[in-house]
């Protein structure tokens, strides 16, 4: 299990968008980053990315959008954890995937709840800011992020992934195996639709334009993690192809491997060129 860092974020946004706490028109002026109290939660580009929308947020992974998104600012609560973790509970995170594979693991989405009984502390905004950016106690398999990502770059529908194609039996029987489904994303087409378009616009002009000259067009998300137990951040990349009629979602985890952007998205590129070089007809 790792803290997904910014790859998380585009659940954020349909639900913004689904809720209605956010508009395609909405804009934050990124900075810099936000303080709060005596902390400072900061974007990572230094200066901040100017007046950001919700597509400009996805493809730039601007921070400062997603911690007003999570946690408001002065009277604007934003989603607010209560919702952030009802979203993220129905969009299956937190519960295991039924994988036909011994061992899976089923992630934490923590909740001031948890952090009372566990760290006899209340929940503060500046944590509903970290959990915004897929930071502080959030946790997620790899394997979880390609079943919601398949979900969200299609019919929002959440199926069980399995290895096993067929089962045939000494009787001569053959029962095919496919994967059940898990439930439905809690965010309709329209919000849907909102993400796609700004994962896409993350390939063509944002932090996965390393993918923009593919043969087949890709959308997705880059993510750099922070993790507390050593200094070089994780590496991740999620996203699907072709970005109009997916066929197939890829996620990369490189442990401890620097930044999304410039380690996981090369190795995503080279396996999106492989299918669309080999892929069946």
Do not use: C
Request: aromatic content about 10%; proline content about 5%; glycine content about 14%.
């Amino acid at each position: 299990v790792y803290p997904p860092g910014s790859t998380i974020k585009p659940f954020y946004a349909a639900a913004g968008i689904e809720t209605g706490v956010i508009t395609t028109r909405t804009t934050v002026l990124s900075t810099g980053g936000v303080r709060l109290g005596d902390r400072f939660f900061a974007d990572w580009k230094a200066g901040g990315h100017g007046l950001t929308d919700v597509y400009k947020a996805i493809a730039e992974s601007v921070n400062t959008f997603f911690y007003f998104l999570g946690g408001g600012s002065g009277d604007n609560t934003g989603l607010g954890i209560t919702r952030l973790v009802q979203f993220l509970a129905r969009s299956h995170f937190g519960l295991l995937t039924k994988i036909d594979l011994l061992g899976e693991k089923s992630g934490f989405v923590p909740t001031p709840q948890w952090k009372l009984d566990t760290l006899k502390e209340r929940w503060y905004r500046g944590d509903t800011y970290n959990v915004s950016i897929g930071q502080g106690n959030l946790l997620v398999t790899p394997l979880q992020l390609a079943v919601a990502y398949a979900a969200l770059a299609t019919d929002g529908t959440l199926r069980a992934p399995h290895l096993v194609h067929a089962q045939a039996y000494p009787s001569g029987q053959t029962v095919m195996v496919g994967g059940s489904e898990l439930g439905k994303l809690p965010f309709g087409a329209s919000a849907r639709k909102v993400v796609q378009d700004g994962m896409r616009q993350a390939v063509t002009q944002g932090s996965a334009r390393g993918l923009a000259s593919l043969s087949l067009a890709a959308a997705g998300k880059t993510g750099t993690a922070q993790t507390g137990t050593r200094t070089v951040t994780h590496a991740w990349f999620a996203g699907y192809a072709p970005a109009n009629k997916p066929e197939l979602v890829i996620v990369v985890m490189i442990e401890h491997g620097g930044e999304g952007s410039a380690v996981a998205v090369p190795v995503a590129r080279a396996m999106f060129q492989w299918y669309s070089e080999h892929k069946p007809k």
